[in-house]
């Protein structure tokens, strides 16, 4: 594959145009400056530091290594989920709740990739592994936290309307129902965008990048392809078992809403 | 027979409270507001966690399901809310001529058109909302009535139709009635017995 190496020169140019957005938002008093210039060290030092942790893996393809990284990324992608939430949950559920989602939605969906799809020998080779891992659990970290964000800030909003359906007779899940189903909308969303306009208005980066490093685009497109599907289904699992998992924990035994259980 | 009672309930800094209600008995909670007069009856419905036990004629509250036990003690909160586009989308007759029939009935006796169930919500008055609230918790024939002051928005015609009517379903139903109210001439109107609510217990007055 033939491309064309950046160097550091590249990269300080493409930063030059974030220092200026910063700048603008500064002289128009947007206050998201700061936080901009944050984001954007904290991208490139991270994306620097996994670029040295994927190279060591590459040349090993140890199992244990890859385990720690998965579960490294794991742990990150929870706490991002609960960072994005207006009103969490108190106490280990709120790390539960999105540690648990995205472990199965995001691990299995990319087992079974790489095991039945992919099928490469050994299987948990790094250089499929991570960037499969990555990408879903990148995305499913955002519908997940989307999901959650929805439901427990309209539960909030709305808990008297709740109380009232339920004093009419409805159970917990019925009293929900029309919540946790704008929830799963609100999540699923962005996934559904993007496959309804994938090729068309956006060239997803993925496919973008493997063409760029030089691969055929009929390839770089079913990868592509393949991509989109298994992150939809990422997005699907993991916002149906978070959204089952916080359901639950809103109501008690007696289907009680509680909202002391949730963060003000 | 005692058809609702009370053991010892207590919830936030209201109680413990002790009271028994018995069939087709009503019994009017009087008390200042922040007394705790809301909180004893969201406990009573089993809507707060609380202590102490809630009987239905000698059955504890947690025997029941809860949407049964909703559906049997049944609370009208003091401002009612709804949830679908249209008022009939509210109110589950399901194919029930005899309640259907009641409904029409209670309808015209509160002074509401029978066209009011395809209205959307929002072309609903606050005094029309209060009363439809009550024929949708009397649609569920409940054995029990708690009314939060369930003519707190209304004028002094509309009062009187929603006395008349609650008397009415109590008597025919023999109904235990738990009716909150700031109104002592309503109280004195409507209640066999009259409670005072006052830092958090209950007295008889």
């Known amino acids: 594959m033939n491309y064309i190496s950046l160097t550091p020169l590249d990269l300080a140019i493409a930063a030059c145009l974030v220092i200026a957005l910063a700048a603008t938002s500064f002289y128009l008093k947007l206050t998201i400056g700061k936080q901009l210039l944050i984001v954007a060290i904290r991208a490139t030092i991270q994306l620097l530091l996994i670029g040295l942790v994927l190279k060591t893996l590459f040349s090993s393809s140890n199992l244990w290594l890859l385990m720690f990284v998965a579960s490294v990324m794991l742990i990150v992608a929870s706490r991002e989920v609960l960072a994005r939430q207006k009103h969490k949950f108190h106490g280990w559920w709120a790390i539960n709740i999105s540690a648990s989602s995205l472990f199965v939605s995001s691990f299995s969906i990319t087992l079974i990739a790489l095991v039945v799809i992919i099928g490469n020998q050994p299987w948990y080779s790094p250089q499929y592994a991570i960037p499969f891992l990555g990408m879903l659990l990148g995305n499913t970290m955002s519908a997940v936290a989307l999901s959650l964000d929805r439901l427990s800030d309209t539960v909030w909003r709305e808990r008297e309307v709740i109380e009232q359906r339920l004093l009419s007779g409805e159970t917990a899940s019925q009293a929900l129902n029309t919540i946790r189903n704008a929830s799963i909308r609100a999540g699923m969303l962005p996934i559904i965008n993007a496959l309804a306009t994938a090729g068309v208005v956006n060239l997803p980066g993925m496919m973008t990048g493997q063409i760029l490093a030089g691969s055929p685009p009929l390839e770089a497109v079913k990868y592509q392809i393949l991509i989109l599907f298994l992150i939809a289904a990422s997005n699907g699992l993991g916002i149906l078992i978070a959204l089952f998992i916080a359901s639950r924990r809103l109501f008690d035994q007696r289907q009680r809403l509680r909202l002391d259980r949730i963060k003000t | ?176 009635i738990l009716w909150i109210t700031h109104d002592i001439k309503q109280a004195q109107r409507v209640a066999d017995h009259i409670y005072n609510l006052e830092q958090g217990s209950l007295t008889l007055t």
């Open chain 2, 1 to 176: 027979m005692a058809q609702l009672a009370i053991e010892s309930l207590s919830t936030h800094h209201v109680g413990p409270i002790s009271l028994t209600i018995d069939e087709g008995q009503c019994a009017a909670i009087l008390g200042q507001s922040g007394s705790g007069k809301t909180l004893m009856l969201r406990a009573i419905a089993d809507l707060d966690p609380h202590k102490g036990d809630v009987f239905l004629d000698g059955k504890p509250s947690d025997r029941f399901q809860p949407p049964q036990w909703h559906k049997e003690v049944g609370l009208l909160c003091a401002k009612p809310l709804w949830w679908h586009d249209t008022v009939g989308e509210h109110f589950t007759l399901a194919n029930d001529p005899q309640m259907e029939h009641c409904l029409s009935q209670w309808l015209s006796q509160l002074n509401l058109v029978n066209d009011i169930m395809s209205w959307p919500i929002q072309r609903l008055s606050t005094g029309e909302q209060q009363r439809l609230a009550l024929l949708r918790l009397l649609m569920n024939q409940p054995k029990v009535l708690l009314l939060d002051e369930p003519s707190a928005s209304l004028d002094e015609k509309n009062t009187d139709r929603v006395e008349v009517l609650i008397k009415q379903y109590q008597r025919e139903r023999q109904t235990a």
